[in-house]
């Protein structure tokens, strides 16, 4: 009985689970799905399309990656600040937020301004029997030109949706993002083909779905918050000033940066991991995207239960709750883990049947299967490695998370792809088999990490 406590929770404890992580699930699901169907409808187009998209999206997912560790810094202390209903303090790292993801947004567009060409052609590769060099860069860049003005809505919509999920206004977010994939899967219908008078623009229709979309999201967020001050008491006086105190700057920047710079070398090093399988041809960067839009539809389950992890052990540290998280923290490990194993089921027995939902080759569709059979047999583990992330991510502890996160990567699974794609002719499905079981090594230090009870700490409480 023991050891079944120590596990797993009541049926109480499960419902406060999935208050918080459905939402989040749910929004993600909707939001994957439909960035699935996108995909689909971009695929329908031909390889060439497919690809040119994919380039562009791997390279976006580094900047959003960056503000979503940017707004995290910040949030480890908002998730606090909550559990000791310091509205002030919500407000000052609110503020953070909105002022660290206008810098990124600005590093942003200018990179992608003067060095787009340069950053898209280290992807394009021969090496397969499908696809053509020159169509698939004159698709990426048309596609990246009109995806530019997106990133501005959805930088200010990750400000307001991270701090309503630390303030449990998890719904909010949510239904936002479901008017937001509304509004993106019809104009996807009306803009890439051409329907009901509209102009067939193709991969261009995409990126001007994805951006109108982004706006939506962005407004109905925005205007909840403000219009609803009796659930986000954080939100009065929100404008009035953009001062926060020095000692809170401090503490943020000395705690939140780690995160910032853990997002950026890890969406950076998966960009790199990209690039190298792309070598193997563009057949590749076709399959790889396939199963990476899958990947991510069926990682919904790992990415909600983390942030569930973020949120909950970050109110009861907060509120000086030590044992009560610990227990806590052990339970939702066991339900992530136990929660994504079905999951990797149903995602193994979708891997023959959706990349024949995709107008290209069978080289590539049976390259995608395969590419997502492999992902599918990892994604328990990876349910714990995210699931250990946050725990030490929730403390305060993220020099311990950068190095947990973005280390190994950088210091295994880099260095391991960089040799593979320049120095063998091994085949596309062994080199990513290879890079992928390197996670085993990371998954013991998780476990010691999260065993050693260092992420127990209280860094709001008062002086």
């Known amino acids: 009985m023991r050891l079944r406590e120590r596990f797993f929770g009541d049926r109480a404890f499960y419902r406060m689970v999935a208050a918080i992580a459905f939402p989040i699930l749910v929004q993600n699901a909707i939001t994957n799905l439909v960035s699935l169907l996108d995909n689909v409808m971009v695929g329908r187009l031909g390889t060439d399309p497919m690809s040119g998209v994919a380039i562009v999206n791997q390279l976006l997912f580094v900047f959003n990656m960056s503000i979503f560790g940017g707004v995290s810094g910040a949030g480890i202390f908002g998730a606090q600040f909550f559990g000791r209903q310091d509205q002030e303090g919500l407000r000052h790292t609110f503020r953070f937020k909105l002022i660290c993801a206008g810098l990124i947004l600005a590093l942003a567009l200018l990179v992608l301004r003067l060095w787009d060409m340069q950053i898209i052609s280290l992807f394009l590769h021969e090496g397969s029997q499908t696809g053509n060099i020159q169509a698939t860069l004159t698709a990426a860049r048309d596609y990246l030109k009109i995806m530019a003005w997106g990133l501005l809505p959805f930088a200010v919509s990750q400000a307001y949706a991270s701090t309503l999920r630390e303030t449990r206004q998890a719904v909010v977010p949510m239904n936002a993002a479901l008017l937001a994939v509304g509004i993106n899967l019809v104009l996807n219908y009306l803009l890439i083909y051409g329907k009901f008078g509209f102009p067939a ?69 998966l960009t790199i991991l990209a690039q190298c399988y792309s070598t193997r041809g563009l057949a590749t960067v076709a399959a790889y995207n396939i199963s990476s839009t899958v990947t991510n539809l069926f990682n919904v389950a790992v990415i909600s239960m983390g942030n569930a992890i ?18 806590t923290d052990v339970r939702l490990i066991v339900c992530s883990v136990l929660c994504c194993t079905a999951v990797c089921l149903v995602m193994m027995a979708a891997a023959p049947v959706i990349p024949y939902l995709y107008n290209t080759t069978q080289e590539v569709r049976l390259l995608a299967r395969d590419l997502i059979v492999i992902t599918a047999a990892f994604l328990p583990l990876h349910a714990f490695l995210n699931a250990s992330y946050f725990t030490l991510r929730s403390g305060g502890k993220t020099t311990i998370t950068f190095i947990f996160d973005s280390g190994l990567l950088w210091i295994l699974s880099i260095p ?18 290879i890079v992928q079981s390197l996670d085993l090594l990371k998954g013991i230090l998780g476990y010691a990490f999260v065993r050693s009870d260092i992420w127990i700490n209280n860094i709001v409480e008062e002086k």
């Open 310 to 327: 973020g949120i909950i052990i970050g109110n009861l540290l907060g509120a000086g709750k030590m044992e009560e998280a610990r227990r």
């Open 416 to 433: 391991t792809a960089l040799v593979l794609s320049r120095f063998t002719e091994l085949p596309i499905r062994t080199f990513y088999l």
């Open 201 to 269: 623009m193709g991969v261009r229709g995409a990126a001007l779905a994805t951006v109108i979309s982004r706006f939506a999201e962005a407004g109905a967020v925005i205007w909840w918050t403000h219009a609803h001050q009796e659930y986000c008491p954080f939100s009065c006086g929100l404008y009035k000033s953009f001062r926060i105190p020095l000692d809170l700057v401090r503490q943020i920047i000395r705690k939140g940066m780690p995160l910032l710079v853990n997002e950026l070398f890890w969406s950076m090093g």
